[in-house]
């Protein structure tokens, strides 16, 4: 049998064949990206599946009311991700809607989104400066985001 390529990591493999048209191979990394691919799949085309795994996200969540408060305290660095990319989102999502919608609606629907936890600027000297770690947040939310340090230097001498 010859060999085919894994749509998840490229490598190629020998199928098994009792599959009838092998797509992935056998490594844990790449059946678990089967498996998501298949769960899309279903979520987008089984109305009744997509009910199913709604209900059981709410029921989890109700079993589990304070994982995402834990998280986020464990995860400062991911939360505060999450928030960044957030905005990124909002702001792509308001420029969107923003021929359907007044302006005092715009205010209101972005205050309501991402605003716990938001970081106060210092104000120094007339110019706003916060130091600290900051995202560099690209402006497609799906790609990496850089982490940086900003440190304010001040002028020993003029």
Known sequence: MEEVSCCNCGGY???DPRQKSP???SKPVCQ???KAAWQRGKVRNDPDYKANQKQCQKEWCEAHPDYWKEYRQKNPDQ???NRDLQ?????KRNSRDRR???LQDRRVNASMIAKMDASKSRETSG???SSGQFWLVPVIAKMDALKVNIYKIT???E
């Open 127 to 129: 110019h706003t400066f």
């Open 79 to 81: 939360a505060k991700r």
């Open 87 to 91: 905005r990124v989102r909002n702001l």
């Open 155 to 157: 002028a020993c001498c």
């Open 23 to 25: 797509r992935y191979c």
């Open 32 to 34: 678990r990206a089967r």
């Open 13 to 15: 493999f020998i199928p």
């Open 100 to 102: 359907t919608c007044s």
